[in-house]
């Protein structure tokens, strides 16, 4: 009986730090994943800033080459469109003076015939009061 004692003694002692250990052990399990969950949170958070600031360094760089490409692309057409305003204008401006030069040659063609109506004229009074002088004489 001492011996069945001396064994549930023992049986209980084990049991108890069995169940001291096992306690110990879920605290232990879940301080190490409450480390664990806080590391993991530590390196989502850090993820995600450098996440975070790669994104903002390749939307600058983005938003940069396209303000270069689109400023590029303005002075472009602003050229070709000055330049085709240049071209048109100098297409009016000949045209403009080529009528105008013909609009000039024709008036002088109209003067001339006009003078020379005139001049026909003057020249027949002429030769008509010369007749009448010789036949007076």
């Known amino acids: 009986m001492a011996r069945v004692k001396k064994v549930n003694i023992v049986s209980s002692i084990i049991a108890m730090l069995i169940i001291s250990i096992s306690g110990i052990g ?3 399990f879940k ?4 480390d664990i969950k806080t ?12 996440l ?18 689109y400023d590029i692309k303005i002075k472009t057409e602003f050229e070709e469109m000055k330049n085709s305003v240049k071209e048109d204008l100098k297409r009016t401006t000949d045209f403009i003076n080529t009528v105008n030069k013909e609009n000039l040659a ?12 005139k001049t ?7 030769l008509r009061s010369m007749k009448l002088e010789k036949l007076n004489e």
Request: proline letters at 0%; hydrophobic letters at 40%; zero cysteines.
């Open 26 to 28: 879920t605290y232990a």
């Open 31 to 34: 301080g190490f994943l409450a």
């Open 39 to 50: 590391q993991a949170a530590k390196v989502k958070a850090e993820a995600f800033k450098e």
């Open 52 to 69: 975070e600031n790669y994104y903002k360094a390749v939307k600058k760089e983005v938003f940069k080459e396209l303000e270069n490409y």
């Open 106 to 117: 024709q008036e002088i063609r109209n003067i001339l015939v006009k003078e020379r109506i």
């Open 120 to 126: 026909e004229e003057i020249l027949r009074e002429q």
